[in-house]
């Protein structure tokens, strides 16, 4: 019984815990220093960007999970799609400013399972951008900052 009325205490106080996003002001960012070296062997199905990057956010509000960045790969109808694994960003910032380096495999990579729906739906030569969002409700970000386009260098 003593472990119920725990349980059920813990539950109570992670619901009171959890953040409204939709609160908090929208922030500005931006990119700057860009670099970024693309890797591939598309004979093995590898395709990869090393980014790395200086940011600012102004108006920066320290909460858990608010901002985090992507790389946004532009469709032919002017929509973008981003691939990670699993639920939790890959790029996660943490403060106001700083800098970011990390690996990012694109849609051509064997690390995603790409439907020929969404193969087919991709800007060849391949487009994409950074981005920065911050996140407006438990399913939702906005984009509040991006880098210009980059083209790929792999030609299909």
């Known amino acids: 019984m003593r472990k119920l009325g725990i349980s059920i205490a813990l ?9 409204n996003y939709s609160d908090f002001d929208v922030s500005e960012a931006v990119i700057s220093k860009l670099k970024i070296n693309e890797t591939h062997n598309l004979n093995e199905r590898q395709h990869k960007l090393e980014i790395s990057f200086d940011y600012e956010i102004s108006e920066y ?10 790389v946004q790969f532009l469709a032919l109808d002017g929509t973008t799609i981003s691939i990670s694994n699993g639920k939790k ?3 996660e910032l943490n403060k106001a400013k700083g800098e970011k380096s990390i690996v990012w495999p694109t849609i051509l990579d ?6 020929e729906e969404q193969l087919s739906k991709i800007k060849y030569p391949i487009e994409y951008f950074i981005a920065i969002h911050q996140r407006t409700g438990k399913n939702t970000n906005r984009i509040i900052g991006k880098s210009a386009i980059q083209v790929s260098t792999v030609k299909i």
């Open 11 to 19: 539950l109570a106080l992670a619901g009171c815990a959890s953040t």
């Open 61 to 70: 509000v320290d909460a858990n999970n608010l901002y985090n960045c992507s």
């Open 110 to 115: 064997k690390a995603h399972s790409p439907s």
């Open 89 to 91: 960003s890959p790029c």
